[in-house]
């Protein structure tokens, strides 16, 4: 990946936003668009939304990441309490920048309700606790999906004075999906593609997720979006029960993957059904080119919920 | 492989040969409740075992073994050291097993695992050992896990109704798991209080035994001496009790904390005693066959191992004096004598522990009458004694103790060796490693520059 136009603005943070204040405003903006988005409809049009993302890095320098919050993160994911920051943790430590991104008015996007189609982080250097980082965020390629529109949410951490030019310690980058939302001059509903038809291998193991995996995701990662974190609030939004996170279950599958993924690795995920709460996916690991694959699935309705893909970095 | 010869008993009896320390990690330890306060016996022997794999290039290894324990330990944690290896960069197909002998496991794990080389068993091994003293298992009461197990059985509405009125309101209070020795009632430091009254250890030769350990331990760390043992570790870089700064002075203002109801002076105080701790530590042993074949360098040899134990139930000897009779008979088996040692490692449970062990073998009477010598066994030259500090200033984590030792004592072993040498000296070098135990054990080790 390329890192953001010099020519974009820069937009430094003093600290790491609240999620909470994020949520709250992601909230309001769904509300206005609850309320206008019928008339929109009728109007024929989503003309009035800007078709573009706004040109903008968030950037927040010299963040020293907390012992306690990574041993907390640590545990929770099945990850020992060693001092090398897991991919999935610097993920969390990027995660408010992106988020803040989204929720701002001139997202084109609703921030509440997109859906984590994949990820893709690269962990290039060691980063370890007492490292001081500094993290840039910007979203890019919004472009039409079969079923709506899906844009790139692009964090970068390096060690604190490395210049915004040079190699990102960590590189991640989010897809996420607004369903039926179309922007500017886009062309109506294209074919929605197949679904991939999924054949259980033999399982390894499994995961068994009690209802309050999402609260404690949620507590942990900061990312306390409401489809995670009670049945209730969950259906308020379209699900049937609380979901779990998707990067927790990214992270679980890093986890089972464990140490020998080595200091740097590439590590990829593509979200498929996802894992309602409480549930016991079982789970297979296997080694898979230079490293390794894991897959997770609902092995009673046969439904595969995420592939994760390890491979380490020479 | 171990060199055999064809035997009246069978084709192969194995002869046994040499097993080395080749190094050793450990990470700093920290005083209970502090760096380590929130991370688990598991992580902490996960990290000393990912610092070890790191410094020996040991990545995918399968190594012969890994062997480590903890004395206080999670039921969960009935495999700790097979998960540890699961969750190390080792390979997944290196056998590991769990140890406890209380504060001397880590030193019996590093004689198993030599043993085991010795033998022609294993080619290479990790010993280690692990505690936390701030992350301890809380177990139910007695009274709530009696009636617990009765509801499990229970099948009917009325057996279970009966099951749990038999439970009382202190029943609900949480068993927290404590060190007192299970026969007598009393802590360690109240035993070790008894021992000191015995032999009349004064408090300024326990202040001054703790303020050595502090001085040498603080100035091995700014020689650098840990460079190659200890890596940092959730932001502790050295031992977190270290006090480089302390003296005589500050350790005479302490109050007595252990043997304050005997007639005798209270002289046992937190200043002379070893703090609760946590951390890790790991050896890595080998045969000079697999340390050649790897491009390590053997640092010292185990040379042989001596186990004992004493009854100080029925008062006939302190706690803690069990080395006191191992080191005499591992002496006499060796064919040496304290002069022989260039390096005596006594675990400061306990400064009085230290003072009660020399003076029981500078005791003419008791090496005569209760170890059999014909006359007393000799004095430790206290240049030769713990001269990189010890627990008092490094902390003691129970299992992790062993290993510090074992790793720090090669490492000295091999540069006197290597000194001597320079100048033109060629002699064994020697080092008796002696760790006390609970329960009134003790294992004594002599290791031998390589």
Known sequence: MSAPDPARSEERLATSPALG????????????????????????????????????????????????????????????????????????????????????????????????????????????????????????????????????????????????????????????????????????????????????????????????????????????????????????????????????????????????????????????????????????VAPADDGWDVTAWDARRGRLHLRTRVRPLG | MAPTTSGPHGPETPTTRRAVVVGGNRIPFARAGGAYARVSNLDMLTAALDGLVARFGLQDEVLGEVVAGAVLKHSRDFNMTREAVLGSPLSARTPAYDLQQACATGLEAVVSVANKIRLGQVESGVAGGVDSASDVPIAVSEGLRRTLLTLARAKTVPQRLKAAAALRPGDLKPATPRTDEPRTGLSMGEHQALTTAQWGITREAQDEIALTSHQRLAAAYDAGFFDDLVTPYRGLVRDQNLRADTSLEKLAKLKPAFGTRLDTPATMTAGNSTPLTDGASTVLLASDDWAQAHGLTPLAAVVDAETAAVDFVHGEDGLLMAPVFAVPRLLARQGLTLEDLDYVEIHEAFASTVLTTLAAWEDKEFCVTRLGLDDALGTVDRDRLNVHGSSLAAGHPFAATGGRIVATVATALHRRRAELLAAGEDRPVRALVSVCAAGGLGVAAILEAA
Do not use: C, K
């Not at chain 1, 007492?130 to 039409?144: E, F, H, K, M």
């Not at chain 1, 009670?230 to 029960?241: D, Q, V, Y």
């Open chain 1, 21 to 284: 204040g994020l949520y709250a405003r992601a909230g309001l903006a769904a509300a206005r668009d609850a309320v206008t988005a019928p008339v929109r409809r009728v109007l024929g049009g989503t003309g009035d939304e800007p078709a573009d993302l706004p040109v903008r890095t968030l950037r927040l320098d010299d963040l020293r990441p907390d012992p306690a919050h990574l041993t907390a993160y640590q545990h929770l994911l099945g990850e020992p309490a060693a001092d090398a920051l897991p991919a999935g943790y610097l993920h969390v430590l990027a995660f408010p920048l992106t988020t803040a991104l989204l929720v701002r008015p001139d997202f084109p996007l609703p921030a509440l309700g997109m859906v984590h189609l994949s990820n893709r982080v690269e962990l290039r250097e060691p980063v370890r606790l007492g490292d001081r980082l500094d993290i840039r965020a910007w979203a890019q390629d919004l472009r039409p999906h079969p079923t709506g529109t899906q844009v790139d949410l692009v964090a970068e951490v390096r060690r604190h004075g490395a210049a915004s030019g040079s190699p990102a310690a960590w590189h991640g980058v989010s897809t996420y999906l607004a369903r039926g939302v179309r922007l500017g001059d886009q062309a109506g509903d294209t074919a929605r593609p197949a679904r991939e038809r999924f054949e259980a291998p033999l399982p390894t193991g499994r995961w068994a997720l009690d209802a309050g995996v999402g609260r404690r995701y949620a507590a942990v990662s900061g990312d306390a979006n409401p489809i995670h974190l009670h049945p209730l609030s969950a259906r308020a939004l379209g699900f049937p029960r609380a979901i779990a996170h998707g990067m927790y279950t990214a992270a679980r599958a890093l986890a089972d993957v464990g140490a020998r993924r080595g200091d740097t690795y590439a590590w990829d995920v593509d979200f498929a059904a996802p894992v309602l709460l409480p549930s016991t996916p079982v789970v297979r």
